[in-house]
């Protein structure tokens, strides 16, 4: 089927039997096929008034323009306030106000909770900006894992990815070979050091290079072949979005599940369609008690 014929309906793309998705679901996470991968809207499940750090790019550009308020015509584009604020407040006032907005004491989600309890998955995605998930691995002592942040490629020295013990110390790519469990945070996170890919001139670097492959560790590479995706929190609707998903599993699986309840925009529909992946039309909360029953 080429793209141009691809189905964009919500329908098309949907299981019909959400709860043998499931099921099986489970039953790959328990052989460790499948990598979690997870987007901000997990902290849809936290009440408003208990999660204080944004929720999605919408409610994060609202806070970037609370501290430093850009031009009408950007206000709304996340990337074009960042860069906004680098160009004229410099990177550090940035990094700065980012910090203040993520360094925050976050309740874990169920669905971050469910992660976390997963024997030794080999590869975890998240690409939001908080360290709730590295906090609950941090938690359990007896468990190998260490992190991976992209970095904003013109601040950095040259590289693309920087790597993390627990305790926050700089690691390297070796020693990552050694970890049963690999976090990978693509657009960096608050801790340990305030890694950041967020604004126009991080993107412009990072989208030239990851068609092939560049950005993405070798690590990642390896762990990712072969194994499902499972999108939790995660909506395609942006051409970021899109990519960073596309470009992250390329060469896995060819078959994933991402939960999205209701209705899928067009481009959301024909870009699960055109990469393998099954909309479950749940609840995160629905899928993540469902998971829970099963594993």
């Not at 680098?86 to 469910?114: C, G, M, S, Y």
């Not at 469990?181 to 050091?193: H, I, N, R």
């Not at 001139?201 to 030239?208: N, Q």
């Not at 899109?242 to 529909?269: C, M, Y």
Request: some cysteine; proline content about 7%; glycine content about 6%.
């Amino acid at each position: 089927m080429t793209v141009s014929t691809l189905a964009t309906d919500s329908d098309s793309v949907t299981v019909p039997d959400a709860a043998a998705a499931l099921a099986d679901i489970a039953a790959a996470l328990s052989a460790r096929q499948v990598v979690p991968y997870l987007g901000p809207g997990a902290f849809d499940l936290l009440p408003p008034d208990q999660c204080p750090i944004p929720r999605n790019s919408a409610e994060l550009v609202q806070r970037l323009n609370a501290k430093v308020a850009a031009p009408g015509r950007i206000r709304a584009s996340l990337t074009a306030v960042a860069q906004f604020i680098e160009t004229r407040k410099h990177r550090k006032t940035l990094e700065t106000i980012l910090n203040d907005i993520f360094r925050q004491t976050v309740p874990a989600t169920p669905v971050h909770a469910l992660l976390a309890a997963i024997p030794a998955p080999p590869l975890l995605v998240d690409v939001w900006y908080d360290n709730v998930l590295d906090n609950l691995l941090s938690a359990t002592t007896d468990r190998r894992w260490g992190q991976i942040q992209g970095v904003s490629h013109p601040q950095s020295t040259g590289e693309w990815v920087r790597y993390y013990a627990p305790n926050g110390a700089e690691a390297s790519a070796e020693a990552a070979v050694g970890w049963d469990t690999v976090l990978y945070k693509p657009s960096g996170a608050v801790t340990p050091a305030g890694n950041y890919l967020i604004s126009d001139s991080d993107y412009v670097e990072i989208l030239t290079e990851i068609d092939i492959q560049t950005p993405i560790p070798a690590i990642i590479q390896d762990r990712r072949a072969g194994r499902h995706f499972l999108y939790l929190g995660c909506r395609f609707d942006q051409e970021i979005q899109r990519t960073f998903a596309r470009q992250i599993a390329k060469r896995s699986s060819d078959s994933h599940w991402a939960v999205i309840p209701g209705e899928l925009s067009k481009n959301e529909a024909r870009f699960l369609a055109l990469h393998g992946i099954t909309r479950i039309d749940m609840t995160l909360e629905e899928a993540v008690e469902g998971l829970q029953t099963r594993m």
